[in-house]
């Protein structure tokens, strides 16, 4: 185990899969020289040169286009889109070329490349450079998508996005690149796409959580605690495959679920995990499924109103108080 | 490239150019007839670019194509019967009948992809030439694109990036005049518009597209420099689209003198004259008839094919475990 910032992992993450496979490269805005303006790729294009590390244009549109068509030549590419803000810049190329070809063209190229970007909200930066637009990705079929919580999982989750054959949207969160933890070393320690993890242990409610609304998941797990309720809080991390098991599992022992996401909540990701715990928990549940979401507004500047827009702990405790009321 | 296309090449691009007007006359009669599905979208007149411009490439060589891509299709390498057999949606076409007469690809041949969107197929052979770049193949990608493909905002986004890197990339422009119904003078201020390649410190040549030997020579040397590693080149060829946008076009838009004018210059009637002197009326005509009764043959085998079985597709399923 090494102590690292989530940043960090991200970079080991990169340095490592790098070294390991030479058709793999990086390119975005600000990634090489400056080392990316969240510094996950620092040090990249001084180790690996500008061929496989390479400075971009601002030019979203056709880099997402030509990560599409790169991967399926030969390379691995990764594409670092500064904000997700910007995705729906990268639109055509994420729903009406990456995700279509592996079946279309009946299984005759495959798709590896990565598309990271960070989202949210919470540090001054507006309604242009602070959304989560998860349900966005999410809502096609053939990418995946997936958001770590730790630096454990950004670095072994990013390794697996890299080395899948699919296209993955690889979703950090601006204000968890500081956070540190424990990650596992080792060049071979994955973290599979596709797998819940459970954050806390609990028998009363399920909370569902995603990128940094896990934490304030398990701080309001411990207020709940102290109201003598047991939560439980599931990561679901792999955004898309989504691993139904787990909530399946975790719903059948508390029989309560609250999701909580960063995204707008009308269509989000949030209405889609209660749709299937509709779908496939119905039995189980003692209660209607609360979401705890972003309203449906633009995300304001001014730090009270911010923080009055976001999902936080506080939120979540109401929330799963009034499930089991 | 003064000495090419040679006289087997030529005759090559004259049997190809066949090849694909009788697939475009034949999939208008069917369409007359009620038997085909969905909008298909001929390309009788510009027959020239697609064939001769991916004559001179290799199977490893890519090409990015357009809705409009049956003379890219054929120029590539691709046989017809699977190209008939994927536009009637049979388990046996390019792609099993997965994706229809916009968007048929062989990778094996290095035709990776019709592309529906227009301006698309920009980035997307930028893309697979950064690729060769990237992992030093001396490979080139070629993207084939219309003038209504030129005013998207992405062709200027991959056009800067594929300069400025010095990718191994041709972008041919075929000029026919019109996006969907819109003519060109109502889409650009300007005529030709290759010269915005000099935007971008790009060389370009400006051909007729109706002559293939122009448009090989033109493209070969775009194709040669890029190879070499002296970055991309655009070449312009100009050309008339002769049948409507799409099966589905009530026409009404394009002027009878313009037509009659560019049938004058039917680009059959430009190869054979080029050829002529050289192999002979006769061989040509048994080539010609040849090159009819292959797709005869294709359209007779591929409808009579099976349609696909109905499967899901699991690799895009949204759990990770089978519900």
Known sequence: MALMRYAEALNAALREEMTRDPSVFLFGEDIGRYGGVFKVTRGLQEEFGFNRVRDTPISEQAMTAMAVTAAMTGTRPVLEIMYADFMPLTLDALVNQASIYEYIWNGQVKMPFVLRTQGGGGAGAAAQHSKSLDSMVAHIPGIKVVAPSTPADAKGLLKSAIRDDQPVVFLEHKLLYNMRGEVPEGDDVLVPLGAASLAREGTDVSIFATSRMVHESLKAAEALAEKGISAEVIDLRSLKPLDLNAIKKSIAKTNNAVVVNEGWNFCGYAAEISATIMDHCFDDLDAPVARVTMPDMPIPYSEPLEMAVLPNAEKIVAASLQTLA | ?323
């Open chain 2, 1 to 323: 490239m003064k000495n090419s296309p040679s006289i087997d090449e030529q005759i090559e691009i004259f049997r190809k150019m066949h090849v694909v007007r009788q697939l475009e006359e034949k999939l208008g009669a069917l369409h007359k007839e009620g038997k085909t599905r969905g909008p298909i979208h001929r390309c009788d007149g510009q027959e020239a670019i697609g064939v001769a411009a991916t004559a001179m490439l290799d199977d490893t060589d890519y090409v990015m194509s357009t809705h409009r891509g049956h003379a890219h299709y054929i120029g590539k390498g691709l046989d017809v019967y699977p190209v008939v057999a994927e536009i009637f949606g049979r388990e046996t076409g390019s792609c099993a009948g997965r994706a229809g007469h916009m968007l048929v690809a062989d990778a094996s041949k290095g035709m990776i992809g019709g592309n529906a969107i227009v301006g698309a197929s920009i980035p997307a052979a930028t893309g697979a030439a950064l690729s060769n770049q990237v992992l030093g193949r001396d490979a080139v990608s070629m993207c084939i694109f219309g003038d209504g493909a030129a005013q998207t905002g992405i062709c200027h986004e991959a056009m800067n990036m594929a300069a400025l890197w010095k990718l191994p990339i041709v972008f041919v422009l075929e000029h026919n005049q019109f996006g969907l119904t819109v003519d060109t003078d109502m889409q650009s201020p300007i005529d030709d518009l290759s010269i915005r390649a000099a935007g971008y410190g790009m060389p370009s040549e400006i051909v007729d597209g109706n002559d293939p030997v122009a448009v090989y020579r033109a493209v070969g040397a775009m194709v040669e420099r890029a190879r070499r590693g002296e970055g991309p080149g655009m070449v312009e060829a100009k050309t008339y689209r002769l049948e409507g946008f799409s099966t589905s076009d009530m026409g009404g838009y394009q002027k009878d003198e313009d037509i009659a004018a560019w049938k004058a210059r039917d680009p059959l009637k430009i190869a054979f004259d080029q050829l002529k002197a050289e192999v002979g009326e006769d061989k040509l005509k048994t080539i010609e008839a040849e090159a009819v009764a292959e797709v005869e043959a294709a359209f007779e085998k591929a409808l009579s094919d099976p349609f696909p079985e109905f499967e899901l597709f699991d690799a895009s399923a949204a759990y990770s475990e089978v519900v």
